[in-house]
Structure formats: C-alpha cells, structure tokens
C-alpha cells in the first residue's frame, strides 16, 4: 500500500524557473526521502530528512518536512533540462520498511 | 560508489515459463529487496532479505519466490510467469541492520514481458 501521495502528478516548466512537488503521508516516520528516476531507469537517492528535522539542502534541492501536517516538499532550484525525470517520496515507518508514492513527473523544456 | 547491477535490461518470456531474475551488488551491504514498478502504483515490495539465506514476505509476494545464497547476490523467482507480471523489476541494496532506515541503492532495473 502507498504510504506518500506526491501531489501534483505531472508538472512543466521552463529551464531556469523553480519546481514544486509535495508528498503527503499517513502514518509517523522515521524518515522520508526523495529519489529521482529517469525514464526507463532505476532510481537515484537525493535527500534523506529525519522526523526531528524541519529542513535540508542538497546543492540546488530543498525540502521541507512538517510532520504535524505529514507532509514535505522537494523544491528544485534554477531547473535544467537533465532535470527532467520522475520524483518519489518514501517514507519510513518505525518498523523500516520503505513506502514509495506514485511519482511527480516532471518536464523541463529549455 | 555503490552498483547494483541486474542480469537483463529486458527480457520476454512466455506466459508459464520459470523466470530467474538476478541481482548483484558490490558494497557488502546487509538488506536487499525486490520490487516492481507499474504506472500509476509506484513501487512496490514484493520480497526483501536482511541477510544470507533470511528472506522476509513485502506487500506483493503472490507468484514469487527469492533466493540469497551469497550476501551480494538476490535472485527473484517467478515459478510460472504470467502476463500480469509483465513490469519493470527493480532490485535495491541498503546497509544496516534488519529494518534498517537507510537510503536504498537501485539497478537499472529489468523490464519483463510476459507474452
């Protein structure tokens, strides 16, 4: 069963401009992580963020968590073309085992 | 860098044959998993073992079977493959100890037809 729901499904932007997605969870966590997956390929860890951490960066990643509302944001900065890929949210319930949500595609046109 | 690597990009087989699906990975790591990819569902765990010969049911085990001989080889099973199989299979790797909470390491993962 999905745990994290990314919302939106799909989204287009322009090379440059920022990108959005968020996950919504239902149970509490360890921990919640976003991976990136390009077409027809595995998928890439990006970020890791613990229940007890409100922010974290990665280079040109920012996300968010705000367990009270049990949700988080991944936000993709000055996007780029090689930025086009699908991301998912998985969440880590106490007992460990990793729950993926159905993905945010998303296009970045140059 | 870690690599996980799997047997086959792609593969077609024939609805009731035995179907091995092999996954090797190269950073000693405890946890492997098997999971399938369909549009619209995610990923989903079929299987996963924290360690040689432990193997622990995920959320889809109908029709599978796994096998972990060896610490950095996880092979999937389909005893009698069937045509809603059909999907891309992506095996992962993570360090720690059972139900660990780490990052997962994926392959490339292996798209299977099943005709």
């Known amino acids: 069963s999905q745990q994290g729901e990314e919302d939106p499904q799909a989204l287009s932007i322009q090379e440059g401009e920022n990108a959005t997605m968020n996950c919504s969870y239902k149970?509490?966590?360890?921990?919640l992580q976003w991976y990136r997956q390009n077409s027809g390929r595995g998928l890439v860890h990006l970020i890791l963020?613990?229940?007890?951490?409100r922010e974290k960066h990665s280079g040109r990643l920012r996300v968010t968590l705000d367990t009270s509302k049990k949700s988080s944001s991944l936000l993709i900065t000055a996007s780029r073309a090689a930025d086009t890929a699908s991301y998912f949210c998985?969440?880590?319930?106490?007992?460990?085992?990793?729950?993926f949500g159905a993905g945010t595609q998303v296009v970045v046109t140059p | 860098d870690v690599k996980v690597t799997q047997s086959s990009r792609y593969l077609v087989k024939r609805t009731g044959e035995k179907v091995f699906l092999e996954c090797v990975q190269d950073?000693?790591?405890?946890?492997m998993f098997w999971y399938r990819q369909d549009p619209g569902l995610g990923l989903r765990l079929i299987y996963f073992?924290?360690?040689?010969?432990?193997?622990e049911k995920g959320d889809i085990p109908e029709g599978y079977s796994v096998s972990r001989e060896k610490k950095e080889r996880f092979s999937l099973i389909l005893e009698s493959a069937s045509t809603n199989q059909t999907s891309m299979y992506l095996c992962?790797?993570?360090?720690?100890?059972?139900?660990?909470?780490?990052?997962?390491?994926f392959g490339p993962g292996t798209r299977l037809t099943v005709t």
């Open positions: 963020i613990r229940s007890n951490e």
């Open positions: 149970t509490s966590i360890n921990n």
């Open positions: 073992s924290y360690d040689v010969k432990m193997k």
């Open positions: 998985a969440t880590v319930p106490s007992w460990g085992k990793l729950q």
């Open positions: 992962a790797s993570s360090r720690g100890i059972r139900r660990s909470s780490y990052e997962q390491y």
């Open positions: 950073m000693d790591h405890e946890n």
